[in-house]
């Protein structure tokens, strides 16, 4: 059974850090491309990072110089570390474990962004 447990959100003021954990399991983790995306109320999820099994990294515009994926095989955990929060960061955010045809979400964790 694939289980895709996210952490680390919360609320936090604006410039702000954040650390989101998506933990893994019943999947060969190293394999699977991970990613995080969000959802702002209202609106369509969006592709926020995505690292490949190979470690490449990927980045929506406006997260660059922001944010940072990365992934540890060992610990079957992916990471994103969230800098310079802004209000419009504020959205719920949801790992996601890709292989193939193979598509896994975890449950969501919320981010909120506000003075």
């Known amino acids: 059974q694939v289980q895709l447990v996210e952490s680390g959100g919360g609320l936090v003021q604006p410039g702000g850090s954040l650390r989101l954990s998506c933990a893994a399991s019943?999947?060969?983790?190293?394999?699977?491309?991970m990613g995080w995306y969000r959802q702002i109320s209202g609106k369509q999820r969006e592709l926020v990072a995505s690292?490949?099994?190979?470690?490449?990294?990927n980045y929506a515009d406006f997260v660059k110089g922001r944010f940072t994926i990365s992934r540890d095989n060992a610990q079957n955990t992916v990471y994103l570390q969230m800098s310079s929060l802004k209000p419009e960061d504020t959205a719920v955010y949801y790992c996601?474990?890709?292989?193939?045809?193979?598509?896994?979400w975890g449950q969501g964790t919320q981010v909120t962004v506000s003075s």
């Open positions: 690292i490949t099994s190979g470690g490449s990294a």
């Open positions: 996601n474990a890709k292989l193939t045809k193979f598509n896994a």
């Open positions: 019943g999947i060969t983790f190293s394999i699977f491309d």
